[in-house]
């Protein structure tokens, strides 16, 4: 709640010392029609982008979760199961799983990234 008086207040201010002619208070689901009156350009043909819809934020947050369970109680109950299977004492080994569990971690982030940067240029 406070975060929402905060940024509240900071939008009253705003609009306090910006003159009104300066100012575009724009909300993103008004399209282009607002913000191209306002900068004095023509409207797009193409239709305004929107990434950040509901279902596309619920749906990376599911996936979001599923990687998580994978990597954060799937993968290192593997590693363990893999070591008991193995019957692994040495700890040069146990270092080993460690290092390629984190690698792997790494990884993970860089496909993502890079996922995601190419939705949002297709987009």
């Not at 290192?76 to 080994?93: E, T």
């Amino acid at each position: 709640q406070e975060a929402v008086n905060f940024f509240n207040e900071h939008i009253e201010e705003v609009m306090r010392v910006i003159p009104p002619e300066n100012l575009l208070v724009f909300e993103v689901k008004e399209g282009w029609a607002p913000l191209c009156r306002f900068l004095d350009l023509p409207v797009p043909d193409f239709p305004f982008p929107n990434i950040n819809d509901t279902a596309a934020i619920d749906t990376r947050r599911k996936s979001l979760k599923r990687t998580s369970y994978t990597f954060i109680v799937v993968l290192p109950a593997s590693i363990c199961l893999a070591s008991w299977y193995f019957n692994v004492r040495d700890v040069k080994k146990f270092i080993g799983m460690g290092v390629g569990y984190v690698l792997s971690l790494g990884m993970m982030k860089i496909v993502n990234d890079g996922s995601l940067m190419k939705k949002g240029k297709e987009s």
